[in-house]
């Protein structure tokens, strides 16, 4: 790949400029610099390797060379009233992108708020970082990473969640840039709906865990353990105790879990 062959395979997409590196430290971080110096709306980075890559709080977030897709959209023209809502719509493009290539059976879902899992094993993780002007969001830099072949799948003792690639799943070779393409077809086919009734219901379709225990470890380190009811229609998560009480998990940093169902 490179910006020519870039500029080629998105050619025909309503998308802004096109830049492609092939080793970056953060493509959000590119990203954010060039929204500052006045990147035109959904303009794109894309990079072969990053070595900052980064995921929610300070995580890391690996993309080793020649094995995934790491690609940051630049949007300025942002629903500010469904701000929190631009994370899903990147774990929704990459679910139903990926939902047309695998078995019925093992469906890519949305680890609440912003993950994607099949066959329960993270493969795909969106940044949404919103940069605010006043109370308006000047700008949403949506990064997304995929893992695409094993190379890219990280060792499982430097994980907290188990992590597995579309060709792991798919069980063929995948052609990564034709991926790309997909994923951001499906991203401009979704965001007109971002925070909708009808984005919300497509959102809770493809939740994970969803009728399961579930454990949420929130930002001041409590544990929070519930029945995962679904989705409220802000995108909210709820849960519901063995008293048959509702809580709300706001957006934020949190961590979900499945609970072992055996210890129920
Ligand atoms: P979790 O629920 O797994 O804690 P999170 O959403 O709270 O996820 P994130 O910040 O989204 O955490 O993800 C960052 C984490 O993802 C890192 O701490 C690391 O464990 C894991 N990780 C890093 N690179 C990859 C990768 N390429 N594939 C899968 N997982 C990765
Ligand atoms: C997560 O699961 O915490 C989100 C990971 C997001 C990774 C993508 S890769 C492209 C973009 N650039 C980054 O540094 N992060 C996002």
Redesign the pocket.
């Known amino acids: 790949m490179n910006q020519f062959e870039l500029e080629s395979l998105l050619s025909g997409l309503p998308l802004g400029k096109l830049r492609y590196y092939g080793k970056v430290t953060?493509?959000?971080?590119l990203a954010a610099r060039w929204a500052e110096s006045g990147a035109p709306h959904l303009s794109l980075i894309a990079a072969d390797e990053?070595t900052q890559?980064?995921?929610?709080l300070g995580?890391r977030?690996l993309?080793p060379p020649g094995s995934a897709l790491?690609?940051?959209l630049i949007l300025t023209e942002v629903k500010a009233e469904a701000a929190l809502a631009y994370n899903a719509l990147g774990a929704l493009a990459v679910c139903d992108t990926l939902n047309q290539a695998l078995p019925p059976m093992l469906p890519a879902q949305v680890k609440w708020p912003?993950?994607v899992l099949a066959q329960r094993k993270k493969l795909a993780?969106?940044?949404a970082e919103a940069h605010w002007q006043g109370d308006r969001p000047a700008a949403i830099i949506l990064?997304?990473?995929v893992n695409v072949s094993p190379v890219s799948v990280p060792p499982a003792e430097g994980l907290n969640f188990p992590a597995t690639c579309v060709e792991e799943v798919v069980g063929a070779e995948v052609d990564r840039w034709g991926l790309l393409r997909a994923i951001l077809e499906k991203l401009l086919e979704l965001m007109p709906y971002v925070g909708s009734p009808d984005f919300i219901r497509l959102w809770q379709m493809r939740l994970a865990f969803r009728g399961e225990w579930v454990q949420v470890r929130q930002e001041d380190g409590a544990l929070l353990e519930g029945y995962l009811s679904g989705l409220n229609p802000d995108g909210t998560l709820r849960l519901r105790d063995r008293e048959g009480h509702f809580t709300t998990v706001q957006f934020g940093e949190v961590s979900l879990r499945p609970v072992d169902s055996s210890s129920k």
């Open positions: 953060s493509t959000n971080e990053q890559g980064r995921g929610r995580r977030w993309t790491a690609f940051s912003n993950d993780g969106v940044l990064g997304i990473g």
